[in-house]
Nanobody, 123 residues
Framework: QVQLVESGGGLVQAGNSLRLSCAASGRTSSRHILGWFRQAPGKEREFVAAIRWSELTYYADFVKGRFTISRDNVQNTVFLQMNSLKPEDTAVYYC?????????????????WGQGTQVTVSS
């Protein structure tokens, strides 16, 4: 099994930055895809960013140029650096692990999920 624990969420003003962390433990590997999803109240859970190894990354269009995903394979931790935050970024952010490796953005192929961390951006 893989355990994922998110941290770093909070309340920030629009235009400011926040850094999320996801600590992974258990049977995980750097070849597994680690992704970030988010879900706002009343909306569908949507893909944000994902990383495989330490170099292969993929981003949703709405966060390109603002968010950066990175990975520390020694510490088994994935990060999401969020800059220029907007009120519409407000959501619960979830870390997920995809051991299959066939899809970057489909939530159905991610086997393990954290419990989420709340990000609130005020205007």
């Amino acid at each position: 099994q893989v355990q994922l624990v998110e941290s770093g969420g909070g309340l920030v003003q629009a235009g400011n930055s926040l850094r999320l962390s996801c600590a992974a433990s258990g049977r995980t590997s750097s070849r597994h895809i680690l992704g970030w999803f988010r879900q706002a109240p009343g909306k569908e859970r949507e893909f944000v960013a994902a990383i495989r190894w330490s170099e292969l990354t993929y981003y949703a269009d709405f966060v390109k140029g603002r968010f950066t995903i990175s990975r520390d394979n020694v510490q088994n931790t994935v990060f999401l650096q969020m800059n220029s935050l907007k009120p519409e970024d407000t959501a619960v952010y979830y870390c997920a692990c995809n051991r299959i490796g066939n899809s970057w953005s489909s939530r159905y192929e991610y086997e393990y999920w954290g419990q989420g961390t709340q990000v609130t951006v005020s205007s």
